[in-house]
């Protein structure tokens, strides 16, 4: 018997589709008082619903689930003839898809169309359809793909904004305060991790800025293309996304923005930008973000910008040297180096991997006094340090 009138069996049934105990309770019931009416008004049900579940008992609680409401013997709404044509359309023409089945039918004199289900129920019935490749097989794929690449033959680069991590921001706004005299900005910590990724061996370059702008981006390609170069290195492709530091968004077909003149200056790397949108083109250097985010941002204790560029060095090395990645083979950047078969790259000195990081906007002077010219910012440079100053000074404003 239900303990209260105010719940009914259609209460029960909105919760669960099959309430198997309480049909089980009113049989019970209904063998203890053989009423099938006053069963159905202490369930708060009717009495055909009583008596289909007295009915269907037979001893076991299985027997008391619902039953299939598919038809037995379903309908076969598409003619043979049709499904031969689909089939054979197929067959014919194995790179199209349903949207031609029409225009197909038509031209063999048949009218009847059917739905894009049913094609592709037909196709998949006669195994006409590739299987569905898994998340796992597809990065399986993936990682073939990059094996075969040589080291530091292509590599990703992109910005990582620190503002929106709390350890960070916190110890930042603290030292701003404490430095606000000398230097009146409330970060006391770079907020920008500029970010390049070798996708072959997943080697990580990483350094710091303050300002997150195009003379920035151009200094850090620099400073990457000048370390692999010194070690006889010369990449083939640069990738980024489309943002204002590395492109003239201005004008999509300039391809004469400073990041670019200083990636296809030696006349062997070219630039290459991700579609719009395309977010997972940039998939290595995006992880390498999430993964330094969760094991170095998140505990790290600094006491100046200076310590905090310290530790990343040493957090990077670490990355390169000793920490091994699961999706590589569970094998470290410099592992995978040593087991190059091409030898000018296995014999390489594991200092490659030793990056040296730095405070990029402490670096524009030296940039300047290299000769390469220096376009406006993307965002309007504050003069509050001696570098912006410095910098305002050499553009004329």
């Not at 950047?333 to 296995?346: G, M, S, T």
């Amino acid at each position: 018997m239900l303990a209260s009138n105010i719940l009914a069996y259609q209460d029960f049934l909105q919760d669960s589709p099959e309430p198997i105990q309480l049909r089980l309770a009113m049989v019970r019931r209904f063998e203890e008082i053989k009423n099938i009416t006053q069963v159905a008004q202490e369930f708060q049900t009717t009495r055909k619903t009583v008596r289909k579940w007295v009915r269907r008992f037979k001893g076991a609680l299985s027997s008391l689930k619902n039953h299939s409401r598919a038809p037995k013997e379903p309908h076969q709404y598409l003619q043979a003839r049709t499904q031969e044509l689909v089939v054979q359309f197929r067959n014919d023409y194995p790179s199209l898809g349903y949207d031609y089945i029409h225009h197909y039918l038509l031209k063999q004199g048949h009218k009847e169309i059917p739905s894009k289900k049913s094609c592709y129920a037909i196709w998949r019935k006669h195994g006409l359809l590739p299987p569905r490749r898994t998340k796992q097989e597809k990065k399986k794929d993936l990682r073939a793909i990059k094996a075969k690449y040589k080291p530091f033959e292509k590599m990703q680069i992109d910005v990582k904004e620190l503002r929106d991590i709390p350890n960070i921001l916190d110890q930042s706004l603290s030292l701003g305060l404490i430095g606000q005299r000398e230097l009146p900005n409330p970060y006391g910590l770079p907020m920008y991790q500029y970010t390049a990724r070798d996708i072959k061996t997943g080697a990580l370059f990483v350094t710091l800025a303050y300002e997150h702008t195009r003379h920035t981006a151009a200094i850090f390609a620099d400073r990457v293309l000048t370390h692999l170069a010194n070690h006889g290195i010369v990449p083939r492709v640069i990738q980024t996304d489309n943002g204002t530091e590395f492109v003239n968004t201005r004008n999509a077909l300039d391809t004469e923005s400073l990041f670019v003149q200083i990636i296809t200056r030696n006349g062997q790397t070219k630039h290459r930008r991700i579609p719009p949108g395309a977010k997972t083109w940039q998939s290595d250097v995006e992880t390498s973000h999430w993964i330094i985010e969760r094991e170095f941002y998140d505990t790290v204790t600094v006491n100046s910008d200076r310590n905090m560029i310290t530790k990343l060095r040493a957090y990077q090395w670490g990355f390169n040297v000793m920490r091994k990645n699961g999706y590589k083979g569970n094998k470290t950047p410099l592992e995978i180096l040593r087991e190059e078969p091409d030898q000018n790259y296995a014999t390489l000195s594991q200092t490659i991997l030793d990056f040296p990081t730095c405070i990029l906007d402490e670096k524009f002077h030296a940039f300047i006094q290299g000769g390469y010219h220096v376009g406006l910012p993307t965002k309007k440079l504050k003069p509050c340090t001696k570098v912006h100053s410095f910098a305002l000074a050499c553009l004329g404003q």
